[in-house]
């Protein structure tokens, strides 16, 4: 970010007193915050005293701020210099800021900007008779209407070279100018080809409340009384949330206590119990294998 500094001393004014409407201004902006909390309004502040010194910021309309909010002079300073919508050198009585960012450069920025050379020279020069300055600055969010600049508080765009003179022009006798597109462009819709919302039923009413009636058609077999119909739609096994290789399942093939005693059997037969009882069907131990095990 280049370095903001104030203008030199022979452009600042010997002196900067706030306007009856500026005071007006500033006691209002100030009683929307607590007491004590008055620095907030800053920004509201310095916006007013730049607009009621002709478009830019001088020394002591900073420091008439400061003393108005109670706040020292450097931290008034600090917001005036960081913040670019503050002008801090003397601009024109039309204050161009022309943008040059790739949606208005691919649209023929360039051109425009020519013509600002040619007409006012280079960038921060106050013509002679204060009527214009200018100033490059980044994207101003009007892509769709590109080229375009910014003068004073209003946009112009779908610019030319040619309208934008005749802009200059009209401006420069004190005629009526037309903000906004240059070419009658009705905001950011396509330019004499306006190919979407053709159909009349889009806007004319026709289609208010049909949404309800297909939701009230897709609703029906649950508010009927048929569960069945609308239980057909839901899924017939819910589905693992992990893959079911590798894990144990139970299969109701299986032969087991469980299910035995689940169906009103005994869990364990009779042939069970005297198999398990059998001394010739029990697992052979090694005694040697015992005593190490003992010792160990």
């Known amino acids: 970010m280049a370095v903001r ?4 001393e022979d452009m600042q004014p010997e002196s900067f007193v706030l306007s009856p409407e500026t005071e007006a ?31 830019w910021l001088p020394r002591k309309a900073i420091e ?3 003393a108005k909010l109670g706040m020292p002079v450097i931290r008034v300073m600090e917001v005036a210099t960081f913040y670019t919508m503050f002008n801090l050198e003397p601009v024109g009585k039309y204050f ?23 007409r006012i020279g280079e960038q921060n020069h106050v013509t002679a ?18 080229p375009m600049v910014q003068i004073n508080d209003d946009y112009y765009e779908d610019l030319t070279p040619e309208n934008f003179e005749k802009l200059l022009d009209d401006l420069a006798a004190g005629r009526p100018v037309t903000t906004g597109s240059q070419i009658g462009r009705n905001r950011s819709e396509p330019h004499e080809a306006v190919n979407t919302l ?31 119909a609308a239980a057909a739609s839901l899924p017939q096994q819910a589905k693992a949330a992990k893959p079911e290789a590798g894990r144990a399942t139970e299969s109701d093939a299986a032969d087991t206590p469980a ?14 119990r005297k198999e398990a009882a059998d001394a010739s069907k029990a697992t052979a131990v090694d005694p040697a294998a015992g005593k190490d095990n003992k010792s160990s």
């Open 25 to 55: 201004f500033a006691d209002k902006e100030i009683a929307k915050y607590p007491p004590g909390r008055q620095a907030s309004a800053v920004i509201a502040l310095l916006t007013k005293a730049q607009e009621q010194a002709g478009g």
């Open 96 to 118: 161009i800021q022309f943008c040059g960012t790739t949606p208005c450069v691919l649209r023929g920025a360039g051109d425009i900007k020519k013509v600002l050379e040619k």
């Open 5 to 8: 500094k104030l203008a030199p």
């Open 198 to 228: 053709q159909d009349p039923s889009l806007y004319d009413g026709s289609q208010i409340g049909a949404w309800r009636k297909r939701f009230e058609e897709q609703a029906q077999p649950a508010s009927t009384g048929e569960p069945a």
């Open 259 to 272: 299910k035995r005693a689940k169906e009103g059997e005994a869990p364990i037969k009779a042939e069970e």
């Open 129 to 146: 008779d204060g009527t214009f300055s200018w100033l490059e600055v980044e994207c101003l969010g009007a892509c769709c209407n590109a």
């Open 64 to 66: 008439a701020v400061a």
